[in-house]
């Protein structure tokens, strides 16, 4: 009997029509109006240079997200995981990059996709991994599209262009019958930048790694059809996209305060927040209690390492309104502690029991993964206009 | 129709029956004989001390879990969110405490659970939050109970035991028609620690502070039935609980390496790790990539602050068998590094793509949130014997 009496549900937030006043917190909110214009905004970027926008589906993870990116009819996307491939796929997508190096269990996976009518391009970077999709695709009797990844800034995996193994690498794919979709680089490293001189650079570095790279393959007989770079602070600062051909980036979507502390946004182009309700208060210390702790925030430390550290994320009213240098200073599971940045001739607000502010997060990607749905509000609505689902797992 | 060709599943490793070397990575496994035998240790810690245990499930959030803490029937749980309390509920559990401070939205919603028979046991520390919740409790036709927030440490919330408001808020709950339940105070500090003889000391600062505010509140005439003390390093330091009743603790069920590097478990008892595949190698940096980034292992670098750094995690081989000094030293969305820690002698085992690993998370609260079930193994067989899911979400 009584569990029919107990209306809960393990989701958050199920039933509808609620305003922001009375939603249940900690919750992640989506400002549509910023999501839209942040998009437009790389979009008619990109456009104007004649470089196919294929967005990085690894922050949204949401279809709804993705239709305002698409209106009409799916277009070309990146992925993650495969499981993101394969949500997409289920909502219509078809021409994808996982861009992540491909291993025997994710080929054989990658290759029922194919099978099923998905365009899925995998990426890798040694001869061993061309052989292995080889094999896998002539198993699956599909042919495989692979890229091949470049390291432009020793950020992570790829081949450097000088490396003797690109060419390699590319052989083995020919000789495994599998198809060359072309090169495929990140400039990660731009995230660690913070001045408009220097993300010029490392996007002009990204582009030469990747012009470098095709041009190698080329020069050795090899078809590259797709010349493919991206992160967000260089999709912002490149100046000269010649011999790109597409171009990736994903947290543009939302942008945070990571983003903010490089330089590629605002404050106000930031579209999501967790809003969070005061549970307590501790005046002898300055500190105002919140029930939004990493649970909600997630662990991402990420302004850590900048010039401005916003500690687990940066307060503003319910409005989206920031208070000058109120940080969330402290964070356990499911307590945040505001306080004021350290040094900072601002007062706290009065904020009392049951008060509810707004978090604008460090990390995007991090923060969205810590919840189910985003409540899709506008800046000039208290309603929650939709509650649109995020897909998570691998 | 391809909807249905698609075979995926938004939910991880939704089929049954794997065996440990095709389970598809990241994974996050929970080693059952590992788990059972620390639930052992701190029940009969408790049990030899008359010590009621009531074990915080915010580190599991899974009533199988739950099932192994209490298999004949339920008992007393900690609960760090409503949707928790809601969870357990739904599973039989009717004796919670739900110990994050109380605001008007969860006082509403913890009345919903009272009005159903679930003996729920709120949080506060001020005299507001004691009418609030009694005007809430009188508008739901329930009689609430409430602990008082005692500050063992400066760790967090709650009211010192000199601190006047003590008195004051027994007098609201009284004047407000709200049981008090007693005091509840966190060693939260206790984390930081990482001798034996500061352990057991701060384990005596929590009693000696828990018994002083039990007394405060008895001399000024209010009953004070529960003394609830708790964190998982002072519930196995202890030596005296003399006037404590309950001790409440999380994370022992599957404890980490934060806890390694406090003192309270060894590596051989780190229940849960996180199964993940190599897709990369950069030998000119002694770089290995995997498939577990920090979307499967959490963004926690908790052993950042400790005496040994342990990056996003240590390196095991699928036995579990630790790999000495290799660690995943950095982490992106859905990428791992793993190299040897700096200084060691150690060299990089040979592990090539496609060869998995095992790694033991920081901080099991923040990884096991990461991932929709456990997949739960035993040190001496490679099944999967079962996959409990884990709730989440507020």
Same mark, same amino acid.
């Given at each position: 009997m009584l569990r029919e009496e107990?209306?809960? /549900?393990?989701? !958050?937030? #199920?039933? /509808? $029509? %609620?305003?922001?006043g009375r939603l249940a917190t900690p919750a992640l909110l989506l400002d549509k109006y910023r999501l +839209?214009?942040? =998009? $437009? &905004?790389l979009s008619s970027r990109m456009a104007e240079r004649g470089i196919v926008l294929r967005p990085h589906m690894k922050t949204a993870k949401s279809i709804d997200v993705a239709r305002r990116v698409y209106p009409s009819e799916p277009g070309p996307i990146t992925v993650s995981t495969l499981a993101e491939a394969e949500y997409f796929a289920r909502h219509g997508f078809r021409d994808m990059t996982y861009a992540v190096g491909l291993a025997p269990h994710t080929a054989e996976r990658a290759m029922r996709l194919r099978k099923a009518g998905v365009d899925l391009k995998v990426l890798l970077d040694s001869p061993e991994q061309a052989r292995m999709l080889g094999a896998v695709g002539l198993a699956a009797g599909v042919t495989p599209t692979a890229f091949i990844e470049i390291d432009c800034d020793g950020h992570r995996g790829g081949l450097t262009t000088s490396d003797p193994k690109l060419i390699a690498v590319a052989a083995a794919l020919s000789e495994a019958g599998v198809k060359l979709a072309g090169i495929l680089t990140h400039a990660g490293e731009s995230y660690s930048l913070f001045t408009p001189e220097s993300l010029v650079a490392a996007a002009e570095n990204e582009r030469a790694v990747a012009i470098a790279a095709a041009g190698a393959l080329r020069g050795a007989g090899h078809e590259c059809p797709i010349v493919s770079v991206g992160s967000t602070p260089t999709a912002?600062? #490149?100046? +000269?996209? /010649?011999? %790109?051909?597409?171009?990736? $980036?994903? %947290?543009?979507?939302?942008?945070?305060? *990571?983003?903010?502390g490089v330089g590629v946004c605002t404050t106000? +182009?930031?579209a999501i927040s967790v809003l969070t309700t005061v549970i307590g208060t501790k005046p002898e210390k300055g500190w105002i209690l919140v029930d939004a702790g990493w649970m909600a925030l997630s662990r991402d430390r990420g302004t850590a390492a900048q010039r401005v550290d916003q500690g687990y994320g940066l307060v503003c009213d319910v409005a989206?309104? %920031?208070?000058? +240098? =109120?940080? *969330?200073?402290q964070a356990? !599971?499911?307590?945040?502690?505001? #306080?004021? &940045?350290?040094?900072? #001739?601002h007062a706290m607000p009065n904020l009392p029991i049951g008060a509810k502010v707004?978090?604008?997060?460090?990390? $995007?990607?991090a923060t969205a993964s810590q919840h189910e749905l985003y409540n899709v509000v506008s800046a000039d609505s208290d309603a929650i206009e939709a509650r649109w689902p995020r897909m998570h797992g691998w």
């Amino acid at each position: 009997m009584l569990r029919e009496e107990i209306s809960g /549900t393990d989701h !958050q937030n #199920a039933d /509808t $029509a %609620v305003t922001l006043g009375r939603l249940a917190t900690p919750a992640l909110l989506l400002d549509k109006y910023r999501l +839209d214009r942040n =998009l $437009a &905004r790389l979009s008619s970027r990109m456009a104007e240079r004649g470089i196919v926008l294929r967005p990085h589906m690894k922050t949204a993870k949401s279809i709804d997200v993705a239709r305002r990116v698409y209106p009409s009819e799916p277009g070309p996307i990146t992925v993650s995981t495969l499981a993101e491939a394969e949500y997409f796929a289920r909502h219509g997508f078809r021409d994808m990059t996982y861009a992540v190096g491909l291993a025997p269990h994710t080929a054989e996976r990658a290759m029922r996709l194919r099978k099923a009518g998905v365009d899925l391009k995998v990426l890798l970077d040694s001869p061993e991994q061309a052989r292995m999709l080889g094999a896998v695709g002539l198993a699956a009797g599909v042919t495989p599209t692979a890229f091949i990844e470049i390291d432009c800034d020793g950020h992570r995996g790829g081949l450097t262009t000088s490396d003797p193994k690109l060419i390699a690498v590319a052989a083995a794919l020919s000789e495994a019958g599998v198809k060359l979709a072309g090169i495929l680089t990140h400039a990660g490293e731009s995230y660690s930048l913070f001045t408009p001189e220097s993300l010029v650079a490392a996007a002009e570095n990204e582009r030469a790694v990747a012009i470098a790279a095709a041009g190698a393959l080329r020069g050795a007989g090899h078809e590259c059809p797709i010349v493919s770079v991206g992160s967000t602070p260089t999709a912002h600062f #490149a100046e +000269d996209l /010649t011999g %790109v051909t597409e171009m990736r $980036a994903g %947290v543009y979507m939302f942008f945070d305060l *990571v983003m903010h502390g490089v330089g590629v946004c605002t404050t106000d +182009d930031i579209a999501i927040s967790v809003l969070t309700t005061v549970i307590g208060t501790k005046p002898e210390k300055g500190w105002i209690l919140v029930d939004a702790g990493w649970m909600a925030l997630s662990r991402d430390r990420g302004t850590a390492a900048q010039r401005v550290d916003q500690g687990y994320g940066l307060v503003c009213d319910v409005a989206g309104k %920031v208070y000058p +240098d =109120l940080i *969330v200073s402290q964070a356990s !599971q499911e307590h945040g502690i505001l #306080a004021i &940045r350290p040094g900072s #001739a601002h007062a706290m607000p009065n904020l009392p029991i049951g008060a509810k502010v707004r978090i604008f997060p460090n990390h $995007a990607c991090a923060t969205a993964s810590q919840h189910e749905l985003y409540n899709v509000v506008s800046a000039d609505s208290d309603a929650i206009e939709a509650r649109w689902p995020r897909m998570h797992g691998w």
